[in-house]
């Protein structure tokens, strides 16, 4: 079974870090781009980071341009977000998607972060 | 990276026709035919509808299309049923590496 399942969500104070994972499984991971999504509560979807099969290309959001880095390890069919300097408005439920350019055809079920003092 | 524009809201009666329209710029939706567009019901994670402006996935009703003219990309949903009652979301590639989606239209099956 195609799957995605994410961890490392919490609570964490303003200023704080935190590191989101995606552990892929049912296919080939190092074969597909890989995205982090987000969505806080009530609100809409919001693209935040992509990063190619190779890691050649990283794409990050304006908005956590400087404070979020993304980045995979093939071997453990992993894939990573580095939260640093997080702020209130960086809550939400933080999804990982496989796809590139035009497609995020699997999604995992999301791992959720509050910034909160 | 400015959000597409959808309509907040769009609703109709089962059995009829619905379109939600997504306009971008000449940058994203206008540019590249990476247009796609996610299905998400309340509490689960958003689930892809169309593909690259018109493409449907394997075991996506065939109900559902999506078009684009110019820098405005349209989804219809034909014969609505009550479980098509969700939020629907579209996506553009933008020039610059990104992807960019729009603000979300809760559609209401009346």
């Known amino acids: 079974e195609v799957q995605l399942v994410e961890s490392g969500g919490g609570l964490v104070k303003p200023g704080g870090s935190l590191r989101l994972s995606c552990e892929a499984s049912?296919?080939?991971?190092?074969?597909?781009?890989m995205n982090w999504v987000r969505q806080a509560p009530g609100k809409g979807l919001e693209w935040v980071s992509s990063?190619?099969?190779?890691?050649?290309?990283?794409y990050s959001a304006d908005s956590v341009k400087g404070r979020f880095t993304i980045s995979r390890d093939n071997a453990k069919n992993s894939l990573y977000l580095q939260m640093n300097s997080l702020r209130v408005e960086d809550t939400a439920l933080y999804y990982c998607?496989?796809?590139?350019?035009?497609?995020?055809?699997?999604w995992g079920q999301g791992t959720m972060v509050t910034v909160s003092s | 990276q400015s959000a597409l524009t959808q309509p907040a809201s769009v609703s109709g009666s089962p059995g009829q026709s619905i379109t939600i329209s997504c306009t971008g710029t000449?940058?994203?939706?206008?540019?590249?035919?990476?247009v796609s567009w996610y299905q998400q019901h309340p509490g689960k994670a958003p689930k892809l509808m169309i593909y690259e402006v018109s493409n449907r996935p394997s075991g996506v009703s065939n109900r559902f299309s999506g078009s684009k003219s110019g820098n405005t990309a349209s989804l219809t949903i034909s014969g609505l049923q009550a479980e098509d009652e969700a939020d629907y979301y579209c996506n553009s590639f933008a020039t610059n590496g990104a992807r960019v989606f729009g603000g979300g239209t809760k559609l209401t099956v009346l």
């Open positions: 000449s940058s994203d939706v206008g540019y590249y035919n990476y």
């Open positions: 990063i190619s099969s190779s890691s050649s290309a990283i």
């Open positions: 998607a496989r796809g590139s350019m035009g497609t995020l055809d699997i």
């Open positions: 049912g296919f080939v991971f190092n074969s597909h781009s």
